[in-house]
Nanobody
């Protein structure tokens, strides 16, 4: 599975961004798609996940009610809609696909200014 993330940028606090993760390869073997982020000087942390079986979503407490993960099957793309952004949402965002192992895309930088 290959992943290509995009959509990051600079936004003011309270604004919105939508990240995209284009998926190619053995897409039918994917059990879950997820987004993670890494702030400067911090460890990478889980943000949101979409479990393909049952189309279940999961979110970190810090983003619940503000972020939405979704997928477009026709476009083989997973999205992360981020609303009401806060400076603490700043970081490099990575998408990941879980099969029998986890594949990672390159990161896309999100910077939220106060």
């Amino acid at each position: 599975v290959q992943l290509q993330a995009s959509g990051g940028g600079l936004v003011q606090a309270g604004g919105s961004l939508r990240l995209s993760c284009a998926v190619s390869g053995s897409i039918f073997s994917i059990n879950a798609m997820s987004w993670h982020r890494q702030a400067p000087g911090k460890q990478r942390e889980f943000v949101a996940a979409f479990i393909t079986s049952g189309e279940i979503t999961r979110y970190a407490d810090s983003v619940k009610g503000r972020f939405t993960i979704s997928r477009d099957i026709a476009k083989n793309t997973v999205y992360l809609q981020m609303n009401s952004l806060k400076p603490e949402d700043t970081g490099v965002y990575y998408c990941a696909a879980a099969t029998t192992y986890t594949s990672w895309g390159q990161g896309t930088l999100v910077t939220v200014s106060s």
